[in-house]
């Protein structure tokens, strides 16, 4: 059963806004678990807080939560007001799940095509054509040579549709583990994977911004300094040129005392948004409006391409309807043929 760290974060902040402190929230969680294991990873928690170590460590070593949400409350605990930042964090999952959801809704469709297209191709290759070899067996020579070669052909076109079931199954399944991996280091390879493929470069593009600038923008308003912020995203993204973007962007400000605006992260409109603002609340404002904005263009390009993977998967199963209906149909309706017309020419089957 997988802890749900959303849960877990809006109790503690329940117990904080009642004046009580995060080991007494720990400690009611300890009580309330639903299962052994929820038990067992609180309590870890709730003795790692009594024995003086950081939530966010104790975190990371109980393996709970993404790198971005430990990053966060790592620079949360630095921060003034641990329970303002709590309550950015919780509202940056709410976003992050409300784009999974929304995500989500429009995969259905491609996983149940897929679905019926592999226990198709699956079948015809390793139980339908074998079948038909076998039952072909006990007929004359003429018979099984036109058998096999039509078979040939069955398996053939077998062989085109699970390469097609691959190739489209393998580029949905890449978009899918880059978008809503829980794993870092499996979502980063597929990142890597994804930036190299078209259409899914911008999709995966779009969406590490919408999570990169709604993390800053919410540590920022929170409390959290922009050095710190920035720090923290160099160190949760895993896509290298918006890592040296904001490596270019730190050191700009610690050394040039400046903010410079890199082309790889913001484009003329957000470059124009971000000049002027004063405060690191402003600032962090105006990340969480580019959040937004990159939020959406995610969403209609991801929209786009899961329209053209359940197209794509409709003629995929059409044509699994067709090699199951050339295997199976057609091969017993040229076995009869077959014998008709031995049976006419030489009377022998």
């Known amino acids: 059963m997988k802890i749900n760290v959303y849960a877990m974060l809006k109790t503690l902040l329940f117990t904080l806004e009642n004046g009580k402190n995060l080991s007494s929230g720990m400690a009611l969680l300890v009580k309330t678990a639903k299962s052994k294991k929820e038990k067992a990873v609180y309590s870890s928690i709730y003795n790692d807080l009594k024995e003086g170590s950081s939530f966010s460590y104790s975190l990371k070593k109980n393996k709970l939560g993404s790198l971005d949400i430990t990053q966060f409350l790592t620079m949360a605990e630095s921060g003034a007001n641990f329970k303002v930042a709590l309550e950015k964090i919780i509202h940056y999952l709410e976003v992050k799940e409300e784009f999974e959801r929304e995500s989500n809704e429009k995969t259905t469709l491609p996983f149940i095509y897929f679905f019926i297209v592999s226990i198709v191709v699956l079948g015809v290759k390793f139980i339908a054509v074998p079948y ?10 003429e018979i099984i040579l036109l058998i096999s070669n039509h078979l040939i052909i069955a398996q ?3 062989d085109i549709l699970f390469f097609l079931l691959l190739l489209t199954g393998s580029y949905f399944i890449v978009l899918m583990i880059a978008l809503f991996s829980t794993s870092y280091g499996t979502q980063a390879i597929a990142k890597e ?52 973007a904001l490596q270019y962007s730190l050191d700009s400000v610690k050394y040039k005392g400046k903010l410079v605006f890199h082309d790889a992260m913001y484009d003329a409109m957000e470059k124009e948004l971000m000049l002027g603002v004063g405060s690191s609340h402003q600032v962090g404002k105006v990340m969480v409006e580019i959040s937004s904005r990159a939020k959406s263009d995610a969403l209609k390009l991801s929209t786009k391409f899961f329209r ?11 044509f699994a309807v067709f090699i199951e209906f050339y295997t199976v149909v057609l091969t017993q309706i040229l076995i009869q043929k077959g014998l008709i017309d031995l049976s006419r020419g030489t009377g022998t089957y």
């Not at 919410?218 to 040129?241: D, H, N, P, R, Y």
């Not at 053209?308 to 059409?318: E, G, H, K, P, Q």
């Open 193 to 244: 994977i994804g930036l190299r493929l078209p259409v899914i470069a911008n999709i995966v593009k779009k969406f590490e911004k919408f999570i990169l600038f709604s993390m800053i923008g919410e540590m920022l308003q929170s409390g959290v300094s922009f050095k710190q912020a920035i720090a923290a995203a160099i160190e949760t993204t895993s896509i290298s040129t918006y890592k040296k």
């Open 132 to 141: 038909q070899q076998s039952q072909s067996e006990g007929y004359s020579q």
């Open 156 to 158: 053939i076109m077998a």
């Open 308 to 318: 053209m993977i359940t197209i794509i998967s409709i003629f995929l199963m059409a």
